[in-house]
Every structure is written in C-alpha cells, then in structure tokens.
C-alpha cells in the first residue's frame, strides 16, 4: 500500500479546507493517457470508479488502477518549489 511522509500528509489534509474543494476532497494519481509509464496528479472531489483510496488521518489519495498497482511498495511525499508550488514525488520502497 502506499505509504506518505509526514510533509506529504500535512499538504494533503489542507485540500478539503480550500473554499472550492469538497469534504472529501484528494489527490488522484492515475496513468497518463497514452502511455505506460507516466503517471499525472490532480485534485480530485472524489475517487473514480475503480479508485483504490489510501487515507492516512485524512490525507486522502485516490490511486487509479493501473496507479494502485505500480505503487504498492511505495512512499509519497511532496515538496514546495521556490515559487510556491507543490510537487509530488514517489518513491519505490517504504
């Protein structure tokens, strides 16, 4: 199962609490269209069907199937750049 950092966590429990995003609001990470190895991240009001949903005390991410399959041994975190922005990282092994 995905695992998250602790920074990881606490970036995605604020999602919810932003004015435009539902309660139940995540993170979905799901394969890029057209390809097999790459993977996007967006926000998301709720999992997809067929969503595998990894809740850590309300960091929500819903990983789309292919997504929950390539990262059952893995860690997530998140970062923020220079400007600002988050980013998303996932690394293989817990």
Do not use: C, W, Y
């Amino acid at each position: 199962m995905l695992t998250m950092t602790e920074n990881a966590r606490d970036i995605l429990r604020k999602i919810p609490d932003q004015p435009d995003q539902p309660a139940g609001a995540g993170l979905r990470i799901a394969r890029s269209r057209g390809s097999r190895s790459t993977f996007t991240t967006a926000l998301a009001d709720a999992p997809r069907r067929g969503d595998e949903i990894v809740d850590h005390d309300g960091a929500r991410v819903f990983l789309g199937p292919v997504a929950a399959r390539r990262f059952t041994d893995a860690r997530l975190d998140a970062r923020t750049d220079v400007v600002g922005r988050i980013q998303f990282v996932v690394k293989h092994g817990s």
